[in-house]
Protein backbone atom coordinates (compact mmCIF):
# COMPACT_ATOMS: atom_id res chain seq x y z
CA UNK A 1 0.00 0.00 0.00
CA UNK A 2 1.35 3.39 -1.20
CA UNK A 3 2.22 5.83 1.84
CA UNK A 4 -0.02 8.66 1.66
CA UNK A 5 2.27 11.25 3.98
CA UNK A 6 6.36 11.00 3.38
CA UNK A 7 8.28 12.47 6.07
CA UNK A 8 11.62 12.58 4.34
CA UNK A 9 15.07 12.97 6.44
CA UNK A 10 13.60 16.58 8.50
CA UNK A 11 16.11 18.23 10.39
CA UNK A 12 14.52 21.68 12.41
CA UNK A 13 14.43 23.17 15.23
CA UNK A 14 14.14 26.41 17.46
CA UNK A 15 15.87 29.63 16.54
CA UNK A 16 19.72 28.24 16.65
CA UNK A 17 18.76 25.07 18.81
CA UNK A 18 18.69 22.07 16.70
CA UNK A 19 15.20 19.97 17.86
CA UNK A 20 15.34 17.17 15.35
CA UNK A 21 17.89 15.33 13.12
CA UNK A 22 17.29 13.58 9.60
CA UNK A 23 13.89 12.37 10.82
CA UNK A 24 12.00 10.29 8.24
CA UNK A 25 8.77 8.73 8.85
CA UNK A 26 5.81 7.55 6.81
CA UNK A 27 2.01 6.92 7.30
CA UNK A 28 -0.59 4.86 5.08
CA UNK A 29 -4.00 4.44 4.54
CA UNK A 30 -5.79 2.17 7.45
CA UNK A 31 -2.24 2.26 9.33
CA UNK A 32 -1.10 3.30 12.61
CA UNK A 33 2.62 4.66 12.86
CA UNK A 34 3.13 5.19 16.21
CA UNK A 35 6.06 7.69 17.86
CA UNK A 36 7.21 7.06 21.09
CA UNK A 37 10.02 8.55 23.37
CA UNK A 38 10.45 10.44 26.51
CA UNK A 39 9.71 13.94 27.33
CA UNK A 40 12.22 16.19 25.13
CA UNK A 41 12.83 13.94 22.61
CA UNK A 42 11.40 15.64 19.76
CA UNK A 43 8.35 14.22 19.25
CA UNK A 44 6.25 17.20 19.01
CA UNK A 45 8.64 19.17 17.12
CA UNK A 46 8.11 16.34 14.51
CA UNK A 47 4.20 16.74 14.11
CA UNK A 48 4.76 20.58 14.15
CA UNK A 49 6.85 20.30 11.19
CA UNK A 50 4.51 17.47 9.40
CA UNK A 51 1.73 20.39 9.81
CA UNK A 52 4.06 23.74 8.48
CA UNK A 53 3.98 25.17 12.14
CA UNK A 54 7.85 24.77 12.20
CA UNK A 55 9.70 25.45 9.15
CA UNK A 56 12.27 22.66 7.77
CA UNK A 57 15.82 22.87 8.24
CA UNK A 58 16.52 20.14 5.88
CA UNK A 59 14.54 17.58 4.18
CA UNK A 60 10.72 17.63 3.40
CA UNK A 61 7.26 16.46 3.58
CA UNK A 62 5.77 14.52 0.65
CA UNK A 63 1.92 14.42 0.68
CA UNK A 64 0.12 11.82 -1.87
CA UNK A 65 3.89 12.22 -4.09
CA UNK A 66 3.84 15.87 -3.90
CA UNK A 67 6.28 17.59 -2.33
CA UNK A 68 4.13 19.82 0.86
CA UNK A 69 7.02 21.44 2.49
CA UNK A 70 6.35 24.90 1.52
CA UNK A 71 2.76 24.37 2.24
CA UNK A 72 1.37 26.73 4.79
CA UNK A 73 -0.83 24.74 7.73
CA UNK A 74 -4.08 25.65 6.48
CA UNK A 75 -3.92 24.48 2.83
CA UNK A 76 -2.39 20.68 4.51
CA UNK A 77 -5.94 20.89 6.46
CA UNK A 78 -7.87 21.39 3.10
CA UNK A 79 -5.83 18.89 1.45
CA UNK A 80 -6.39 15.66 4.16
CA UNK A 81 -4.15 16.69 7.06
CA UNK A 82 -5.86 17.21 10.69
CA UNK A 83 -3.60 17.78 14.23
CA UNK A 84 -5.11 17.26 17.35
CA UNK A 85 -2.78 19.05 19.62
CA UNK A 86 -1.71 18.04 23.24
CA UNK A 87 -3.43 20.21 25.84
CA UNK A 88 -7.35 19.59 24.67
CA UNK A 89 -7.05 22.41 22.98
CA UNK A 90 -11.51 23.34 22.57
CA UNK A 91 -12.92 26.73 22.95
CA UNK A 92 -14.36 25.96 26.64
CA UNK A 93 -16.87 29.04 26.85
CA UNK A 94 -18.28 27.65 23.58
CA UNK A 95 -20.98 25.12 23.44
CA UNK A 96 -19.95 21.63 21.56
CA UNK A 97 -21.95 22.29 18.84
CA UNK A 98 -20.44 25.60 18.58
CA UNK A 99 -17.07 24.11 18.46
CA UNK A 100 -17.87 21.41 15.82
CA UNK A 101 -19.21 24.64 13.54
CA UNK A 102 -16.51 26.90 14.32
CA UNK A 103 -14.12 23.49 13.26
CA UNK A 104 -16.35 23.22 9.76
CA UNK A 105 -16.27 27.34 8.90
CA UNK A 106 -13.61 27.24 6.57
CA UNK A 107 -13.23 23.70 5.31
CA UNK A 108 -16.72 22.28 5.02
CA UNK A 109 -19.40 24.15 2.30
CA UNK A 110 -23.18 23.99 2.56
CA UNK A 111 -25.37 23.63 6.14
CA UNK A 112 -26.14 20.33 4.90
CA UNK A 113 -22.84 18.77 4.74
CA UNK A 114 -21.94 20.92 7.89
CA UNK A 115 -24.79 19.65 9.58
CA UNK A 116 -24.36 15.78 8.19
CA UNK A 117 -20.55 15.69 9.24
CA UNK A 118 -21.33 17.41 12.76
CA UNK A 119 -24.18 14.51 13.50
CA UNK A 120 -21.68 11.99 12.33
CA UNK A 121 -19.22 13.27 15.24
CA UNK A 122 -22.10 12.92 18.04
CA UNK A 123 -22.65 9.70 16.59
CA UNK A 124 -18.66 8.93 16.96
CA UNK A 125 -19.13 10.22 20.27
CA UNK A 126 -22.33 9.92 22.01
CA UNK A 127 -21.60 12.50 24.89
CA UNK A 128 -21.10 15.00 23.00
CA UNK A 129 -24.23 14.74 21.14
CA UNK A 130 -26.07 14.44 24.33
CA UNK A 131 -24.66 17.56 25.53
CA UNK A 132 -24.30 19.23 22.82
CA UNK A 133 -25.88 22.76 23.98
CA UNK A 134 -23.45 22.32 27.19
CA UNK A 135 -20.20 24.43 27.18
CA UNK A 136 -17.64 22.75 26.42
CA UNK A 137 -15.95 23.56 29.79
CA UNK A 138 -18.57 21.25 31.54
CA UNK A 139 -16.78 18.12 29.74
CA UNK A 140 -14.38 16.16 31.37
CA UNK A 141 -10.66 16.65 30.80
CA UNK A 142 -11.46 12.88 29.01
CA UNK A 143 -14.61 14.31 27.28
CA UNK A 144 -12.67 17.57 25.90
CA UNK A 145 -10.35 14.97 23.96
CA UNK A 146 -12.79 13.60 22.74
CA UNK A 147 -14.49 16.80 21.19
CA UNK A 148 -10.87 17.83 20.20
CA UNK A 149 -10.90 14.43 17.93
CA UNK A 150 -14.29 15.76 16.53
CA UNK A 151 -13.19 18.91 15.51
CA UNK A 152 -10.35 17.22 13.67
CA UNK A 153 -12.63 15.15 12.09
CA UNK A 154 -14.68 17.62 10.74
CA UNK A 155 -13.35 17.97 7.71
CA UNK A 156 -12.74 14.33 6.71
CA UNK A 157 -9.34 13.79 7.14
CA UNK A 158 -7.27 11.26 5.01
CA UNK A 159 -4.30 11.33 7.92
CA UNK A 160 -5.20 11.96 11.46
CA UNK A 161 -2.08 13.38 13.89
CA UNK A 162 -2.33 12.85 17.89
CA UNK A 163 0.11 14.67 20.14
CA UNK A 164 -0.83 12.26 23.40
CA UNK A 165 -4.12 12.55 23.51
CA UNK A 166 -4.26 10.30 26.86
CA UNK A 167 -1.82 12.39 28.61
CA UNK A 168 -3.34 13.05 32.00
CA UNK A 169 -6.58 10.99 31.69
CA UNK A 170 -8.16 8.01 34.02
CA UNK A 171 -7.85 4.59 33.05
CA UNK A 172 -11.13 4.16 31.69
CA UNK A 173 -11.54 7.22 29.31
CA UNK A 174 -7.89 5.90 28.00
CA UNK A 175 -9.15 2.77 26.79
CA UNK A 176 -12.33 4.61 25.20
CA UNK A 177 -10.00 6.96 23.25
CA UNK A 178 -8.04 3.61 22.21
CA UNK A 179 -11.07 2.26 20.98
CA UNK A 180 -12.00 5.64 19.41
CA UNK A 181 -8.84 5.59 17.28
CA UNK A 182 -8.57 1.96 16.75
CA UNK A 183 -12.22 2.26 14.79
CA UNK A 184 -10.93 5.49 12.79
CA UNK A 185 -7.99 3.38 11.23
CA UNK A 186 -10.68 0.92 10.78
CA UNK A 187 -12.30 3.34 8.23
CA UNK A 188 -9.23 3.36 5.68
CA UNK A 189 -8.26 6.47 7.59
CA UNK A 190 -3.98 6.93 8.45
CA UNK A 191 -3.11 7.72 11.54
CA UNK A 192 -0.18 9.14 13.26
CA UNK A 193 0.55 8.97 16.72
CA UNK A 194 2.92 9.83 19.44
CA UNK A 195 2.33 8.72 22.75
CA UNK A 196 4.18 7.86 26.41
CA UNK A 197 1.45 4.48 27.13
CA UNK A 198 3.64 1.71 25.77
CA UNK A 199 1.41 -1.15 26.32
CA UNK A 200 -1.91 -0.07 25.17
CA UNK A 201 0.03 1.92 21.62
CA UNK A 202 1.84 -1.34 20.54
CA UNK A 203 -1.40 -3.05 20.65
CA UNK A 204 -2.90 -0.49 17.96
CA UNK A 205 0.18 0.55 16.35
CA UNK A 206 1.34 -0.85 12.65
CA UNK A 207 4.58 0.78 12.36
CA UNK A 208 6.77 2.06 15.37
CA UNK A 209 9.20 4.55 15.55
CA UNK A 210 11.00 5.84 19.34
CA UNK A 211 12.93 9.24 19.09
CA UNK A 212 15.17 10.28 21.60
CA UNK A 213 17.00 13.39 21.84
CA UNK A 214 15.77 14.56 18.30
CA UNK A 215 17.28 11.13 16.84
CA UNK A 216 15.65 7.87 15.47
CA UNK A 217 16.99 5.26 17.75
CA UNK A 218 14.69 2.30 16.71
CA UNK A 219 12.29 1.58 13.95
CA UNK A 220 10.43 -2.02 13.54
CA UNK A 221 6.84 -2.89 12.77
CA UNK A 222 4.78 -3.54 15.77
CA UNK A 223 4.19 -7.49 14.86
CA UNK A 224 8.22 -7.87 15.56
CA UNK A 225 8.29 -6.51 19.16
CA UNK A 226 7.06 -9.34 21.39
CA UNK A 227 7.50 -7.72 24.39
CA UNK A 228 6.96 -4.12 25.26
CA UNK A 229 10.09 -3.86 27.44
CA UNK A 230 12.26 -3.79 24.13
CA UNK A 231 10.85 -0.48 23.36
CA UNK A 232 11.09 0.87 27.00
CA UNK A 233 14.81 -0.37 27.06
CA UNK A 234 15.51 2.10 24.11
CA UNK A 235 13.60 4.82 25.94
CA UNK A 236 16.41 4.82 28.44
CA UNK A 237 19.63 3.77 26.54
CA UNK A 238 19.29 0.32 28.02
CA UNK A 239 19.42 -1.18 24.85
CA UNK A 240 21.80 -0.78 21.51
CA UNK A 241 19.64 1.15 18.90
CA UNK A 242 18.31 -0.69 16.58
CA UNK A 243 17.24 0.05 12.56
CA UNK A 244 14.91 -2.26 10.79
Same mark, same amino acid.
Given at each position: ??D ?8 T ?7 L?D ?11 V????NG??KT?A ?12 G???W?G ?11 IK??L %? *?V?E????F?KR?I?E?? =??? !?????R????TR??I ?8 V ?7 PA???SG?E??ML?I?Q??I??PS ?5 E????L?P??V???F?A?A %? *??A?G???LL?E???HQ? =??? !??D??VL??GHVV ?5 S?I?DA????E?Y?G?RPV???
Amino acid at each position: MNDLLEIEGISTGYGDIQALWDVSISVAPGRATVVLGPNGAGKTTALSATMGLLPLWTGRIRWRGRDISGVPPYHRIKQGL %A *LVQEGKRVFKKRTIEENL =LIA !AYTTVRGRRETRRRIEEQYARFPVLGDRRHKPAATLSGGEQQMLAIAQALIPNPSILILDEPTAGLAPVIVKQLFEAIA %A *LKAEGRGILLVEQVVHQT =LQL !ADDVIVLNVGHVVHRARASEITDASVIEEVYFGARPVIQA
